[in-house]
């Protein structure tokens, strides 16, 4: 079975542009939650959907938003970038129906903002 | 608002021996925890999941356990190997939105030297 894939693994964008990360998750998984990881702040909870619905959101500004389809691909988007959003962006799947199923990550976008 | 410690930040051990990483936590009121791991430049890999209802889960040579009402849980390392080299993760979920919002530690970065 295919792991989450996310694409692209690395990219390099410069302050007031926009970006969009892709994520698929494992085949029947119908949750994905998107993560930051940076140095300072550690792992951070983005936002979750599932079914197409987003269910809950992190702490973070509206310029972060993301979307899932009816496939249960998901991608989220960054808009006006600031050099702080320079992180490791991850991605999780799971089946996403009570509390027994494990988060399972792809290996990240790693974005640097210039 | 959640918050979760590991400890220790770094360990540094022999191949072969016995290791014990904590995570505390500060509202007991998760519904799980899980333990990954991560290695440098990689997403994050589920090692054990532990329910609310469990006290402990086993998976070869690690051990987890998990004790609500102190707000502690241990991974027990047995017979460490240069392949457990990586950093270690808890995350402990609560619920939010019909659905699980993970929080996370630092984690502990584990180095096993042959």
């Known amino acids: 079975k295919a792991g989450v894939t996310q694409t692209p693994r690395y990219l390099i964008k410069t302050r007031g542009q926009q970006v969009t990360l892709s994520c698929s998750p494992i085949?029947?998984?119908?949750?994905v939650s998107w993560y930051q990881q940076t140095p300072g702040q550690g792992l951070q909870f983005l936002f979750e959907y599932f079914s197409e619905t987003q269910r809950n959101k992190g702490n973070f500004p509206g310029r972060f938003s993301g979307r899932q389809f009816s496939n249960s691909r998901s991608e989220m988007n960054v808009s006006t970038l600031e050099l702080g959003d320079s992180a490791l962006y991850l991605c999780a799947s799971s089946l996403g129906q009570g509390n027994n199923s494990p988060l399972h990550f792809g290996n990240g976008t790693r974005l640097t903002v210039t | 608002k959640q918050e979760v410690t590991q400890i220790p930040a770094a360990l540094s051990v022999p191949e072969g021996e016995n290791l014990v990483l904590n995570c505390s936590f500060t509202d007991s009121a998760i519904y799980n925890l899980q333990w990954f791991r991560q290695d440098p430049g990689k997403g994050l890999t589920s090692l054990l999941l532990i329910q609310s209802s469990q006290r402990e889960q086993t998976s070869g040579r690690l051990n987890a356990s998990l004790d609500k009402s102190s707000g502690r849980s241990t991974l027990y390392i047995a017979a460490s190997q240069p392949g457990d080299s990586a950093t270690y993760l808890c995350?402990?979920?609560?619920?939010?939105?019909?659905?699980?919002?993970?929080?996370f530690g630092r984690g502990t970065s584990l180095i096993v030297h042959p």
């Open positions: 995350a402990v979920f609560r619920p939010s939105g019909g659905s699980y919002i993970p929080t």
């Open positions: 085949s029947g998984h119908r949750s």
